[in-house]
């Protein structure tokens, strides 16, 4: 057994959450593992690890696995500080306007590209996001009405943008690169991401351009692809990592209880494990899975709902 620090992300391609993490590794200048994921339903190599979260990105390292961008970057910062994503003084600001971003920004943004764009994505894509949230699959005719209404909702919110950046700023909450910038990046990567056809929605905010290309400086780090099976071998000969202290809220289970953790909005998949830690940020459940053996997943807290079984 051994504690593997290799950092292997789960994603795929056109992934918008992906690549937030992609560019946060490359402003940390860290060096990672590429495992590509389904984008679709079934994702047989991801279940053992994550014991039935389905979403993407996954943050792997051994046989500890980190479900949801907000996590995986505050983890991401704990093992490399610097360069910070969440500098001193700007974090709760910068946290607030990032759930904007991905709550209110980003679902117009996916209806109209995803509708715009529907013929160069995966053919199931639609029916498998539908399913994912409870709603009958789609036909074509929707998908293109759907795409239609949202467009205004996606210009509006882009002219904000614009606004934010007017005083001249050069990152989305002042001075510094925070969480902000990556949360709002994502959502705009995601209108260009597969096709131009949308680049008109863009080219006009001069600031959001300027703003934008510092963005993509920073690159995605170096990476090196690795096979599923491979990233099943590490966790299987890993032993999760030892948990830190928690600070538990009086209200939150006790350590040691069962519980169920699973996302509020979409997605929402239960998994259940016994609570190894809690702090203000993190849930972490200890699981047993036939093929890896014993892993930890940990989850952000907020955007999470946590309930003993
Ligand atoms: N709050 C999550 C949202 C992640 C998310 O919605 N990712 C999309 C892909 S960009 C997804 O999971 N789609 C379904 C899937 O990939 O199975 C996060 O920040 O990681």
Known sequence: ?????????????????????RLALGYKGLAWRSVTV????PKPDL???????????????????FCDTRLILVEIERRRPQPALFPPGHRALANAIACWAEQQLFRPVSLYVSGTN??????????????MRGLPAPDHAT????????APAVRVQLASIEEMLSDGREWIAGAAVTIA?????????????????LRHELAHHRRIDAWMQRMRGFGHGISRPMAAAEALQVAAEATP?????????????????????RADDYGRDPVVGELVFIDAEEIALRRHDEQVGQIVVHFPRLGYDLRAV
């Open 1 to 21: 057994m051994s504690t593997s620090t290799e950092l292997i992300l789960h994603h795929y391609d056109f992934s918008n959450y992906s690549e937030k993490v």
């Open 143 to 150: 998908v293109q009405r759907a795409a239609r209404r949202n």
């Open 181 to 197: 910038d990556f949360a709002v990046y994502h959502a705009l990567w995601f209108i260009t991401g597969r096709t131009d056809r």
């Open 47 to 65: 279940m053992p690890l994550t014991g039935g979260y389905r979403r993407t990105p996954v943050l792997q390292v051994g046989a500890d696995i």
């Open 38 to 41: 389904p984008p679709v339903l």
């Open 241 to 261: 990592a030892p948990p830190r202290a928690s600070q538990r809220f009086p209200e939150d289970p006790a350590l040691g209880a069962t519980v169920r953790v």
């Open 118 to 131: 529907a013929d160069v994505l995966p053919p199931d894509l639609q029916a498998d996001r539908s399913l």
